[in-house]
């Protein structure tokens, strides 16, 4: 329906509207990759992606595969930006956006993409090794929430008897322990709220945004888990909840399956893992992790994409516990078939992996994970700073309608 600017207001209005969503990133600016001065030996691809702290083997390969390919492509050189976090260097990218030189290359986390696409940064890449995916956003580093637990404990096959399995274990913790390892909070604590609410957490009206109220069981739900003794620690993040299992303070996991290499080196104990069970019924796994954007469509660009998702390096990326989906032929490889040996749960969770629409289509999305990582502080807290959840979706309604027509 078109918008008729009858009075200036409304046109500020408007420009409210198409700004918000971005605000959370333009301060990024400063932090944009410099400018290379003319006459610099400049890379051919700049390539722009955060570290994967748990996943050193990942960056490790990459830059042996950035490696090679510049040895023998040196016209075409590579070179790596490590600016970002959480998947994604969408801060880093928007900033060079804006000063008028972006990255060749980037990753942002899969949820992004809308707003990625409401930008025009992303260019097509129509190449033979991307014809399983979308080409404007193949798949980079792409993972599922999975529950880990030490290898004598029973599988639990659904969210009921994880409930029940994790009250047993709450009963004989020890003091200062937990059952389970939950991060509840940060952006791969939303991730991890969203696989278990298996729905959209919020839904667009004639108002604007409007947070799911269906959502509201779920959260009911981790709150009592959180009021049980023992069970679940409040205001748990991704980096303490590994470490709690590491250092066995918690037997019960809950991450992503990037992580299971990590805790394959760290670990003295056995321990198992599957994929998470949802606390609804059939919601399929939700796919986590970045995909690749191409700002310029460059003969270089072009070389590099065709390389590094040609069927020998993305065997080697996907045994380093990064590239998903599987092709059928990649598990045919001497690296995946090691893989497999060394870690089963790893090889047989990632083969159930499929291409996946994002987790959002909404243009606004940044806007909107913003807000329920400020909602999650208030929901996942101990009950005596916890804010109903009637008041916090409230709030976060009224927050999300701000510039919205």
């Known amino acids: 329906m078109p918008v008729y600017l009858k009075m200036g207001v409304i046109g500020m209005r408007e420009t409210t509207r198409r700004l918000i969503p971005l605000l959370g990133i333009f301060f990024a600016l400063a ?4 400018t290379r001065a003319a006459g610099m030996d ?3 691809v700049r390539f722009l992606l955060p570290h994967a702290p748990y996943s050193q083997d990942g960056d490790r390969a990459l830059k042996e595969i950035v490696d090679q ?5 040196p016209e075409n050189r590579v070179e790596l930006l490590f600016r970002g976090e ?4 969408l801060k880093d990218l928007v900033a060079a956006h804006l000063a008028g030189d972006p990255p060749e290359l980037a990753t942002v986390e899969i949820s992004e993409l809308p707003a990625i696409r409401r930008l025009g940064i992303a260019q097509s890449l129509k190449l033979p090794v991307l014809r399983d995916y979308p080409a404007a956003a193949p798949p980079f580093r792409q993972s599922v929430a ?5 290898q004598e404990l029973p599988f639990p096959k659904d969210w009921a008897s994880l409930r029940k399995l994790s009250q047993e274990l709450a009963r004989a913790a020890a003091p200062g322990n937990n059952a389970l390892a939950l991060p509840l909070q940060g952006p791969l604590g939303l991730w991890i709220f969203e696989t278990l609410a298996g729905r959209p957490l919020w839904n667009r009206e004639s108002g604007g945004l409007r947070s799911n109220r269906a959502l509201k069981p779920i959260i009911t739900e981790l709150q009592s888990l959180i009021d049980s003794p023992g069970l679940l620690k409040p205001e748990e993040n991704w980096e303490r909840s590994i470490q709690a299992f590491l250092d066995q303070r918690a037997p019960l996991l809950v991450t992503s399956l990037d992580v299971l290499p990590h805790l394959a080196q760290q670990t003295t104990f056995r321990w198992k893992a599957i994929l998470l069970p949802s606390a609804v019924k059939n919601p399929g796994p939700v796919v986590g992790g970045s995909s690749l954007i191409a700002t310029r469509d460059t003969p270089a660009v072009r070389a590099f994409v065709e ?3 040609s069927p020998e390096i993305a065997r080697r990326w996907t045994s380093a516990g990064n590239f998903l989906p599987l092709q059928p032929s990649w598990t045919t490889s001497p690296q995946w078939k090691e893989l497999t040996r060394s870690m089963p749960a790893y090889a047989a969770i990632a083969s159930q992996i ?3 629409v994002p987790r959002s289509t909404d243009a606004e999305v940044v806007r909107a994970h913003s807000e329920w990582l400020q909602s999650l502080r208030l929901l996942f ?11 916090v979706l409230t709030q976060m309604d009224s927050r999300l309608a701000l510039g919205s027509l």
Do not use: C, E, W
Request: hydrophobic residues 40%; proline residues 11%; glycine residues 2%.
């Open 31 to 34: 932090s944009a990759p410099p």
């Open 42 to 44: 400049r890379p051919a």
């Open 69 to 73: 390919f510049n040895r023998a492509r």
């Open 86 to 89: 959480h998947f994604s260097s």
């Open 146 to 150: 999975v529950l880990v637990l030490r």
């Open 307 to 309: 390389y590094l998702y």
């Open 354 to 356: 499929k291409v996946r």
């Open 381 to 391: 807290t101990d009950a005596m700073r916890r804010v109903p959840a009637d008041g």
